[in-house]
């Protein structure tokens, strides 16, 4: 389990090598730059108070540093008729984006493992179909799966919205998993079956452990794509059982009303930290050399 | 699937869903879009008066797209088997959902309250179905506004608000001149709408208003004043500075407040922005209307459907009633910024330009000239709206001719009719 | 259930053989009914005259008449070809370049990483505001360079009907190439070290070891987030709404706002499902074979 045994591929010595990283951390750098120029604005815009906004510097640092926006972007700002700001909401998100993504995620893993390593007839077929499932325009299942979540009671539930985030997960889920699996050496499942091995004794205890990368990119997806959906949130849940990211819209989203810039951009930041803090903890187990442990079969 | 089957009961026990109990006066759940700000603070007068009654308020609010958002989930709901008890939903909207039977009538409150007395015809007209009130107007946005920054006027030697659009378009002349920019304008389809229907009250007057926006009329659509019309939208397209496109309409007023641009053409919500700047009405801005000695109404209403259960339902009437009460639709109004739908509502609180509105609702009902806003969904069908915003829109953003214009738009509304 | 059933009676290697097809069927079952059931439904309603709320009596080919003679519709196809290619393209290129970096024994490699990945968590609503502020040619990088003495400088593609979409493009790279690069940083941290070496001692050089050694391995990993970006390029919806509104005009219209438009702005259903039929169709004729290829390529 070593992790630095062969971190990376290029292995070299002197000048040349001190060169190469230089320009290795410039590159870098400069695409950290574009992908944090957005971010830095938010961040100076939310520091702002709404009357320098409004003298009309939207692009330049803040001359006075305000946390207003912070405090009411959290705990004040209206979200309908009650003005608790994002707090509440957060725990409906959390009681919404576990399940639906450790379920999706086991199913996913188990549906991509007996597809590839449990090869039957037709097995490519199914997975066609299944993955077709990604190009769906959500749009086109809203009014279908609202009479269907209806006949089923779980309209306007948590619950409900479980169910659709993990059934329209399930094509990703299987996708990053069956192409994860299929480069898997097979010579391991067929040594642990000699061994004695049963279907879910080797996905258990052979092919999961090795499969971390691929667990932590669908965890990432997953989490994403349910934590920032929108259009499921507004149609499949009711009033104070909505996700966060549908009380961001609606700090955010005003018709015709003043638009409070700082707010809404600490809200947005505000509202991403759970994903972000995901994003940092999956990270960690993006290392090398999990697999090399279980190639000893 | 037992986990799955597991997961979610867990899920279920975690998360309270829907009502906890219902009040004795009755229980309403609201779906609008009036979620943040002064927009929410209205809706929240609505509430504390709703449960000063002991009524149960459930609050769905969902914002998005000037209400698209609301509109999917309003639609996901009645399919799923329970939709909201009141909807915020305009114009004729109404009558579309109406048609589909999941509508409840409030006409008993209505009838007992004399509403046909209070409201102006046309607003009357828009919320009822085959004769009965299927919903209540909360309130009166005038879409001919005109608002002006006075120094920048005076800077170019504009002595006084345009009236006609000749007047106008010598005002922009000269502010163009001085190095100002005319118009502050945000190339957001509604936008370009909304300039485009105050253009044609002030070149057509309410009768061409009337005959090509809202009864569709070919003729008049294809009219010479239609071209006129157009033509006048394709000057003002001159006196909007280059960077326009898909500007909110906040940072337009915006320009106005700072001095960097003359006018604007608004409707009253933008003055609920300058007045959040400190600014004061007739001294650091101007309101006037846009030629035409018209009045183009815009209303929220809120739209009953059919719920269950007694509670339900007599939350419902109890709400109808608090709606058009005169004492709420003086609140309500003054933290919005709009002016009462009831005509009787004293209007001591209220400001210059809202006094103003009221003068000429008053007057254009006497000259039948109040028409409903075509841009702001209170005239006609959403499908055809939306016929009229692509091809304003793309008029604006092209190079397309007037008579050009003209044909498209009539085989357009024609094709969606 | 359990692993050891099977050694004591035939019967237990007989569910064992059974086992993946169980695993598998129900969840097979529910796509065949919440994807393909209601992709069956989309296409009936595409055939009614269904407006504000669905309605089930045939109509025949009227809504699709109608589609097909509103301008927009084209834009919006054309459009979806232009954003597409690029997008995927250039997302694809810099998830991989940027994967290769990263794994060069880069020591801050978290918070790099993090920091590529962050803008898929915000949400495009407001972030869009953000974007629309520093492509605006007055407030953002034009004005910014213009000032640093540049009086030439011109940067318009925001408010420019013919370059708005790219500005699409732009954006949408933002967001997602990061996720490109972490599938792929993944792909790569599971190719054996066994090869790797192998290729080491062979004196294959640093880069040629990943173009002609590590990628073709990685087949599969380009499957998927060729897949995923085709997904998000479909569906772009918040980035089209909140970057340019579909603007100016319509230039930027998009098949996702297209069909949101029709169906829930415009109360067209009828409209919509006819779009949504063709935009399926479109997507089947391109991914098809696509699927067909890449599936019998991996087969081992």
Redo the contacts between chains.
């Keep these: 389990m070593s992790r630095?045994?062969?971190?990376?591929?290029?292995?070299?010595k002197g000048t040349r090598h001190l060169m190469m990283r230089t320009l290795?951390?410039l590159?870098?750098g400069v695409?950290?730059l574009?992908?944090?120029?957005?971010?830095i604005?938010?961040i100076a815009?939310s520091l702002k108070s709404l009357?320098e906004i409004?003298?009309?510097s939207?692009?330049s640092l803040p001359q006075d540093v305000t946390f207003d926006a912070w405090a009411k972007a959290w705990s004040s700002?209206?979200?309908?008729?009650?003005?608790d700001g994002l707090k509440p909401f957060f725990?409906?998100s959390v009681?919404?984006v576990?399940?639906a993504v450790?379920?999706s995620t086991?199913?996913g893993a188990?549906?991509g493992y007996?597809?590839t390593k449990?090869r039957?007839p037709g097995?490519?077929i199914?997975?066609?179909?299944?993955?077709?499932?990604?190009?769906?325009?959500?749009?086109?299942?809203?009014?279908?799966?609202?009479?269907?979540?209806?006949v089923l009671g779980l309209?306007?539930?948590?619950?409900g919205l479980?169910?659709v985030h993990?059934?329209?997960g399930?094509?990703?889920t299987?996708?990053?998993f069956?192409?994860?699996f299929?480069?898997v050496?097979?010579g391991i499942i067929q040594a642990a079956q000699i061994d004695?091995?049963?279907?879910?004794?080797?996905f258990f205890r052979i092919v999961l452990p090795m499969s971390l990368?691929?667990v932590?990119?669908t965890v990432?997806?997953q989490y994403?794509q349910i934590?920032?959906d929108?259009?499921f949130g507004?149609?499949?849940t009711?009033?104070?059982?909505n996700p966060v990211?549908?009380a961001?819209?609606?700090?955010?989203?005003?018709?015709?009303?003043?638009?409070?810039?700082n707010v809404?951009?600490a809200?947005?930041?505000i509202?991403?930290l759970p994903?972000?803090a995901v994003?940092?903890i999956a990270?960690?187990y993006?290392?090398?050399?999990?697999?090399?442990g279980a190639?000893k079969g | 699937m037992n986990?799955?089957k597991k997961?979610?009961?867990?899920?279920?026990t975690?998360?309270?869903?829907?009502p906890g109990f219902a009040g004795a006066e009755g229980t309403v759940?609201v779906l609008?879009?009036?979620?943040?700000?002064?927009?929410?603070?209205a809706?929240?007068e609505l509430?504390d008066a709703f449960e000063a009654q002991d009524g149960t308020?459930?609050?769905?609010?969902?914002?998005?797209?000037?209400?698209d958002?609301?509109m999917?989930?309003l639609?996901?709901?009645v399919?799923?088997?329970?939709p909201p008890t009141a909807v915020q939903l305009k114009g004729p909207g109404i009558q579309e959902w109406a048609r589909e039977g999941v509508l409840n009538s409030v006409d008993a409150v209505a009838q007992s309250e004399n509403w046909d007395a209070v409201l102006p015809p046309v607003l009357a007209d828009i919320m009822k179905y085959e004769g009965a009130y299927v919903a209540a107007p909360v309130n009166i946005?005038r879409v001919d506004w005109m608002w002006a920054n006075p120094k920048a006027l005076e800077a170019a030697g504009v002595t006084q608000m345009p009236t006609t659009w000749d007047e106008f378009n010598a005002a922009a002349d000269k502010l163009m001149a001085v190095g100002i920019v005319p118009l502050a304008h945000g190339g957001q389809p509604w936008q370009d709408a909304t300039v485009f229907e105050d253009v044609v009250l002030g070149i057509g007057g309410a009768d061409l208003f009337r005959k090509a926006l809202v009864e569709l009329d070919q003729d008049a659509l294809q009219s010479d004043m239609m071209i006129a019309a157009f033509d006048q939208l394709r000057k003002m397209r001159g006196y909007v500075d280059d960077n326009f496109s898909g500007r909110?309409w906040?940072l337009a007023t915006?320009m106005v407040?700072?001095g960097?641009a003359g006018f604007q053409i608004m409707?009253d919500?933008a003055k609920?922005?300058f007045l959040?700047?400190g600014k004061v009405p007739g001294v650091d801005f101007l309101c006037a209307p846009t030629p035409g000695n018209g009045f183009v109404l815009n209303s929220d209403s809120f739209t009953f459907f059919q719920v269950e259960g007694e509670e339900n339902i007599a939350g419902q009437q109890v709400l109808a009633g608090l709606i058009m009460s005169p004492e709420f639709q003086e609140t309500f109004n003054l933290a919005k910024?709009s002016i009462p739908a009831r005509t009787d509502v004293s209007l001591e609180s209220f400001d210059a330009c809202a006094l103003r509105s009221h003068e000429d609702l008053l007057a254009a009902i006497e000259n039948d000239a109040l028409v409903p806003s075509m841009a702001h969904e209170m005239a006609i069908p959403r499908s055809i709206r939306g016929e009229f915003i692509d091809l304003v829109t793309n008029f604006f953003n092209s190079d397309m001719s007037s008579e050009e214009a003209v044909q498209s738009l009539a085989a357009a509304v024609a094709r969606a009719q | 259930?359990?692993?050891?059933?099977?050694?004591t009676v035939p019967l237990g290697q007989k569910i064992?053989l059974w086992?993946?097809?169980f695993?598998?069927s129900p969840?097979?079952a529910?796509?065949?009914f919440?994807?393909?059931?209601?992709?069956l439904?989309?296409v009936y309603i595409s055939f009614t005259k269904s407006g504000v709320m669905?309605n089930y009596s045939f109509e025949g080919l009227s809504q699709y008449e109608r589609l097909w003679a509103t301008p927009r519709l084209y834009v919006a196809l054309g459009n979806m070809f232009v954003f597409s290619a690029l997008f995927i393209g250039i997302s694809l290129a810099?998830g991989i370049f940027?994967a290769i970096?990263?794994?060069?024994?880069?020591r801050i490699?978290?918070v790099?990483?993090?920091?590529?990945?962050?803008?898929?968590?915000?949400?495009f609503?407001?972030?869009g505001?953000?974007?629309k502020?520093?492509l605006n040619p007055g407030?953002?990088i034009q004005n910014?360079v213009r000032k640093a003495g540049f009086e030439e400088f011109t940067f318009d593609w925001l408010v420019n009907s013919d370059y708005a979409i790219y500005t699409i493009v732009i954006a949408a790279v933002?967001q997602s190439s990061?996720?490109a690069m972490?599938?792929f940083?993944?792909?790569?941290?599971?190719?054996?070290?066994?090869i790797?070496?192998a290729?080491?001692i062979d004196g294959a050089g640093?880069f040629r070891?990943?173009f002609s050694v590590?990628l073709p391995?990685?087949r599969?990993?380009f499957?998927?987030t060729v897949?995923?970006l085709?997904?998000l390029a479909?569906?772009s919806f918040?980035l089209v709404i909140a970057l340019t509104g579909g603007g100016p005009g319509y230039a930027t219209a998009m098949?996702?706002t297209f069909?949101?438009s029709f169906?829930?702005q415009r109360s067209e259903?009828g409209v919509?499902?006819a779009s949504?039929v063709m935009?399926?169709a479109t997507?089947?004729a391109i991914?098809v074979p696509y699927?067909?290829s890449e599936?019998r390529g991996?087969?081992?």
Excluded at chain 3, 1 to 7: D, E, K, Q
Aim: net charge neutral; with cysteine; glycine share 10%.
């Design positions: 630095n045994n062969l971190g990376g591929i290029v292995q070299q290795l951390f590159t870098l695409f950290c574009y992908y944090l120029i957005p971010l604005v938010m815009t009357e409004r003298a009309g939207l692009l700002a209206c979200v309908g008729v009650r003005c725990w409906n009681a919404m576990v399940p450790t379920i086991i199913l188990l549906n007996a597809l449990w039957f097995a490519d199914i997975f066609a179909l299944i993955l077709f499932g990604a190009f769906i325009p959500f749009q086109v299942i809203l009014l279908p799966m609202a009479r269907t979540l209806g309209a306007g539930t948590i619950p479980v169910l993990v059934i329209y399930l094509a990703f299987t996708l990053f069956r192409n994860f299929i480069g050496s097979s004695g091995a049963g279907f879910f004794g080797i990368p691929a932590v990119v990432i997806w994403t934590c920032n929108f259009l507004i149609a499949f009711v009033g104070d059982s990211t549908v961001l819209n609606n700090v955010v989203n005003t018709s015709t009303g003043v638009k409070e810039y809404d951009m809200a947005a930041i509202a991403a994903t972000l994003y940092v990270g960690a993006f290392v090398r050399g999990l697999s090399a190639v | 986990i799955l997961a979610l009961m867990v899920s279920a975690l998360t309270t869903i829907g759940e609008h879009w009036w979620t943040s700000g002064g927009e929410a603070k809706v929240g509430k308020w459930i609050d769905s609010p969902i914002a998005g797209g000037g209400g958002a609301a999917t989930a639609r996901a709901r399919i799923a088997g329970n946005h909110d906040n915006g407040m700072r960097e409707g919500w609920g922005e959040a700047a910024g | 259930m359990a692993p050891r059933t099977h050694s064992e086992l993946p097809r695993v598998v969840l097979f529910l796509s065949l919440f994807v393909y059931g209601f992709i439904w989309t669905p810099i940027l970096l990263l794994d060069q024994r880069v490699e978290g790099i990483r993090t920091i590529y990945l962050y803008p898929m968590a915000l949400s609503i407001v972030t505001t953000v974007w502020w520093i407030l953002g910014f933002w990061g996720y972490a599938l940083l993944a792909g790569l941290r599971s190719v054996d070290d066994e790797l070496k290729a080491a640093s070891t990943y590590v391995i990685m599969p990993v499957l998927s897949i995923i085709a997904h479909i569906k918040d098949p996702a069909m949101y169906a829930f259903l919509a499902a949504a935009m399926l997507v089947i991914v699927l067909y599936l991996t087969k081992q």
